[in-house]
């Protein structure tokens, strides 16, 4: 089993920052998991925002966040992060953290994912 834990999610002024965490746990996780970050807003589909592999080597980021976010890890720690900067009220959604399996995806497609956090709010004033 695998639990997946964010937070870090809150209120902030449009143009400020969050950081997110994800801690990673479980007797089936492996350091090996792709890790991502997703998020949804109500009334759209769930986006893809950023993936990076474990070992750190690879990282993929959705059009609407490059440049403005970024993802890295703490491999010790089992832990995820999601630095957002420059932050924008359409950046108000869900977030969600999700762990694939397959150690060499780097995958945007929610589908792939084999396990999901219970996600934090972020919402973003204007």
């Known amino acids: 089993q695998v639990e997946l834990v964010e937070s870090g999610g809150g209120l902030v002024q449009g143009g400020g920052s969050l950081r997110l965490s994800c801690a990673a746990s479980g007797r089936t996780f492996s350091s090996n998991y792709v890790m991502g970050w997703f998020r949804q807003a109500p009334g759209k589909e769930r986006e893809f925002v950023a993936v990076?592999?474990?070992?750190?080597?690879?990282?993929s980021y959705g059009d609407s966040v490059k440049g403005r976010f970024t993802i890295s890890m703490d491999n010790a720690k089992n832990t995820v992060y999601l630095q957002m900067n420059s932050l924008k009220p359409e950046d108000t959604a869900v977030y969600y953290c999700?762990?694939?399996?397959?150690?060499?995806?780097?995958?945007?497609?929610?589908?792939?994912?084999?396990?999901w956090g219970q996600g934090t709010q972020v919402t973003v004033s204007s």
């Open positions: 999700a762990a694939d399996r397959n150690p060499w995806s780097l995958s945007s497609l929610s589908g792939e994912y084999d396990y």
């Open positions: 990076i592999r474990w070992k750190g080597t690879r990282t």
